[in-house]
């Protein structure tokens, strides 16, 4: 990490603690500002990146004028406010949806930032992109009609769950399954078993369920090794893990947690994950009995794929483009080599399951297969020029450090 990246973090694990900064680091600030080794422009857009400009404000504002940029200062005040009225507004919204739920009696239960955000000294400073809620399989039916009574209207439709939109708010998810792994077990053993520990709790005043701490564990646990696997996932995911565990401490039933993780084949990647969590905001991880990191360049390989990501994978376009092209490398082949023949038809041609949701049509009606790759053709000219741009700028080495880290996680 370079000396931009160490400060945020720095500032990211005083902000989740409702601490601020000690005489000792404005001293260090000072002297990295004399020497020139910080950027607070650079370290502003890294936090915007990741999502967490807004959590990182209070924090910021403590420091002594004489510390930050002003015009930067301004710029956060500015990027924080507004980030925290959107959150408000958004769920504003968010509780009349849920009490929609409540009239109807149909059981739900939120998920993700919906209760996270309740950890986090200032909730509405920690952003979400969209609402994640879990219903019942056979209520699935009765809450579309719900939501489409409020106005909202079907994005996309995925294995688990149904996306829908409204006005300017942020999506709702609508899941009836918790976990990629269970579609891959052909099982809802771990989405059933959640409704039977499942806690009540309110959303401003609407009344709604969450999941029991262990099970909000596992379910983030299951979310980002699916986002390691297909884009990637940034600061603010690892800082709900941190304020999760150390909110619940000793409540945890940490052995219910780990048989669950070698149930689901995700043992490696969440014992990763803690340990990433403890060398970046020293979160007390005495929990972890396996002393499992005999590599630990892979360890810090996982915190630079997590810096590089951003929220949503995107922050650098050589690792957007890497994640385009990992779904086109045989993974578990320890050769990995990115142009064989077969990768390149891969990557041209994919089948029915590879291809983007955007080219639906062809997933209902595989006959229009090669329509569907001649749409997707026409879509990828400016991005295979923009990988030509960028093949001598390291991507093929950021690919293949991707297709190591992601078989060192066991997660292929």
Known sequence: MDANSTLLIRFLSLSIRALIPDHELYQEIQIKI???????????????????????YPVISALPKDCCDFKILSRWQRGAVLAGL??????????????????????VVALKGLVLRNFYPKPELRTMGDADLLVHK??????KALLLSLGYKITLSYSRHISFSYLSYPLIELHWALSDAECRKATSEFTDSIWERVEETTINEAPVLCLSVEDQILHLLFHTAHHTMTS?????????????????????????????????????????????????????????????????????????????????????KTREAS?????????????????????????????TDKISLKYSYAKRLPFLLPLAWLHRAFH????????????????ETITKQRASLLKWLELY
């Not at 080794?37 to 959590?55: K, N, P, R």
């Not at 959107?86 to 059981?107: A, C, D, R, S, T």
């Not at 990828?380 to 991507?395: D, E, Q």
């Open 34 to 56: 004399m020497d020139n080794s910080i950027d607070w422009d650079t370290i502003y857009q890294e936090a915007f990146a990741h999502q967490v400009h807004g959590l990182l």
């Open 86 to 107: 959107h959150q408000l507004e958004h769920m504003k919204q968010m509780e009349k949806v849920l009490f929609g739920f409540h009239k109807e009696n149909i059981p």
């Open 138 to 143: 056979e209520d699935v039916e009765r809450s």
């Open 232 to 316: 990637g996932f940034g600061l603010r995911q690892l800082c709900d893990f941190v304020v999760l565990i150390e909110n619940a401490g000793q409540a945890i039933n940490w052995d219910y947690i780990h048989t669950k993780t070698e149930v689901y084949s995700i043992r490696k990647f969440s014992l990763s994950i803690f340990f990433v969590c403890h060398t970046l905001f020293d979160t007390d991880i005495s929990f972890m009995k396996d002393t499992f990191v005999k590599e630990p360049c892979y360890i810090d390989l996982l915190i630079e794929d997590v810096l590089n990501s951003g929220v949503y994978g995107r922050k650098l």
């Open 323 to 351: 994640t385009q092209l990992m779904k086109y490398i045989d993974v578990s082949d320890n050769k990995r080599e990115l142009y064989r023949i077969g990768n390149k038809l891969s990557f041209l041609f994919p089948s």
């Open 380 to 395: 990828n000219l400016k991005k295979i020029s923009t990988y030509k741009a960028m093949k001598h700028n390291g991507i």
